[in-house]
T-cell receptor, first 112, second 114 residues
């Protein structure tokens, strides 16, 4: 069973517009959430994270929102740039474990 | 810092052969993780070590898979015998407990079993 779900396999947006990537989770023990970005032929790289004690975290063009009651988080990229084109993975951990559970990823394409 | 180093980058082998994937974690990191990425299942954790000790191997698919970490700077993932369904990208990652950015991943090994 998938504990972390990214229901959109792909997303296409225009340069300069907002990209919104979504993630849902089922495990109530999760208390730390991360987004990773992955380019072809490379490993995933850390992008931004959020603890369950917060509902928003910003880092430049990237903002992550957490809705604990809905068990939902989203990543907003504003403005989107062609270099943002990559696969984005949502990940979660909790219960004191170091294990990260990943979603299947969403492929973002930003068109010039 | 050279990051997490995996070798080989690509491996093509025949069904039934033994395959060994290698990983050098970041110096000072005390946890090491092996993940497998496939289209169907995404990124799935196979096994992880803390201070060279296997902590959770519940993701190892079968007895054909084994992993070792003989010291803090080296780990191997072995598949014997390999099968076509093992074809995937295998990632190694390392972390230091308490860091807030999760893991640092290597570039992966793309395994093709024919």
């Amino acid at each position: 069973d998938q504990q972390v779900k990214q229901n959109s396999p792909s997303l296409s947006v225009q340069e300069g517009r907002i990209s919104i990537l979504n993630c849902d989770y089922t495990n109530s023990m999760f208390d730390y959430f991360l987004w990773y970005k992955k380019y072809p032929a490379e490993g995933p790289t850390f992008l931004i994270s959020i603890s369950s004690i917060k509902d928003k975290n910003e880092d430049g063009r990237f903002t992550v929102f957490l809705n604990k009651s809905a068990k939902h988080l989203s990543l907003h990229i504003v403005p989107s740039q062609p270099g943002d084109s990559a696969v984005y993975f949502c990940a979660a951990s909790g219960g004191g474990s170091e294990k990260l559970v990943f979603g299947k990823g969403t492929k973002l394409t930003v068109n010039p | 810092d050279a990051g997490v180093i995996q070798s080989p980058r690509h491996e093509v082998t025949e069904m039934g052969q033994e395959v060994t994937l290698r990983c050098k974690p970041i110096s000072g990191h005390n946890s090491l993780f092996w993940y497998r990425q496939t289209m169907m299942r995404g990124l799935e954790l196979l096994i992880y070590f803390n201070n060279n000790v296997p902590i959770d191997d519940s993701g190892m698919p079968e007895d054909r898979f084994s992993a070792k970490m003989p010291n803090a700077s080296f780990s191997t993932l072995k598949i014997q015998p390999s099968e076509p369904r093992d074809s995937a990208v295998y990632f190694c990652a390392s972390s230091s407990r308490g860091q807030n950015y999760g893991y640092t991943f290597g570039s992966g090994t793309r395994l093709t079993v024919v």
